[in-house]
Structure formats: structure tokens, C-alpha cells
């Protein structure tokens, strides 16, 4: 680690010292009422020890308080460092798998059902459709149905549906020479 604790060091350490150690100061017990109240504090009072099992969360008048030889403050400190080693917290044991699906993911999964239904009635209807056209109705439905429609992601619904073993195909209208999509 570097030498002293750099603000972007900081940010990454103060989700795994709430987790581990609670949103509290780790010497009072008493829970932080401001964001701006907890400091990174080093169990053994050396700035240049960094371990994460030196450090724990701490009010800027507590930490005061120790480094003013606080005898009951000490003791805390020396044990909350010999219960960081003995439980050895790892970071990586706190990184929370996100289960949830992202919401890019869920849009397209949302606006995939939508492409596909306009394709299979337009082409029942009309037999072929225009490609540029279809792409911004078929966004324009997506905004309107789902709050969210990207002409980049119905184009890659349409390459899925119009792939080599989909049912539909892009060709070129031999007239106009513009791409269509029909049925195979």
C-alpha cells in the first residue's frame, strides 16, 4: 500500500470497514450520525501501517482522545487490532454478488417480445417491411411501452431475427435497392 491513505484509498476501504465493524466508531460504540463524521483511523497509531487489519472507523475526537494516552481508549484499540487479525477479514469475503439482472439486460429483454411481434404482424400483413423504417417504429413502440427504446438495440434484435436460422431475412428490394425484411 502507499505510504499515507489517499482519498481514493479511503473510498474503497470505507464500504469494507462498515461492513465489517458496523456504520460506528469502533472506540465509543456510537453510531455515526453525518457522513462526514468517521475517520480512517490506524489501530497502532502508525500512519504508515496501512493494513486493512489496522484500520477501523473512529469519531475525530475519540481518535484524540487515544493518541492523548486515553488508557481505557488503548486497550479498545489493541484488541479491536488482535480480533481484526484473529477473524482475518479478507475484502473480497465482503463483495456482494448482485443477483439482480442489470437493467440494460432487462430493457432488451423487455423490447425483444416487442421487435418480434411487429415483424410477425407487419409481415402478415404487409408481406415485407422497409429496414430503416422498421428500426425507428420499433424504437418508437419500445419508448412508448417500456420508457426505453435504442434504435442500436432494436438493430440487434434485427440481426437476431433475420440471422441464418431465424425466420425472417434481409435482402435488398430489387426495385428500390433498399433493404427489406421479409419472411424466409
Known amino acids: 500500500m502507499t505510504v499515507y491513505l489517499t482519498f481514493a484509498i479511503k473510498k474503497k476501504l470505507l464500504p469494507y470497514l462498515v461492513e465489517r465493524d458496523g456504520y460506528k466508531c469502533y472506540l465509543c460504540g456510537i453510531e455515526f450520525k453525518d457522513v462526514r463524521e468517521p475517520i480512517i483511523e490506524h489501530l497502532d497509531d502508525n500512519p504508515y501501517h496501512n493494513d486493512w487489519d489496522n484500520l477501523a472507523l473512529a469519531h475525530q475526537s475519540c481518535n484524540i482522545k487515544k493518541a492523548n494516552d486515553h488508557k481505557d481508549f488503548i486497550d479498545i484499540a ?9 477473524h482475518i477479514f479478507v475484502r473480497e469475503t465482503f463483495s456482494k454478488k448482485n443477483n439482480k439482472v442489470s437493467t440494460e439486460i432487462e430493457i432488451s429483454n423487455k423490447c425483444y417480445p416487442i421487435t418480434e411481434k411487429y415483424l410477425v404482424d407487419s409481415i402478415l400483413e404487409y408481406g415485407w417491411l422497409d429496414y430503416k ?42 426495385i428500390t435497392q433498399k433493404k427489406i425484411i421479409r419472411k424466409r
Open 78 to 86: 489493541e484488541l479491536k487490532q488482535e480480533e481484526n487479525r484473529k
Open 133 to 174: 423504417s422498421t428500426l425507428a417504429d420499433i424504437a418508437y413502440l419500445c419508448k412508448k411501452k417500456t420508457g426505453h427504446g435504442s434504435i442500436n438495440q432494436v438493430r440487434n434484435h434485427l440481426i437476431m431475427l433475420t440471422s441464418s436460422r431465424a425466420p425472417f431475412e434481409i435482402i435488398k428490394d430489387p
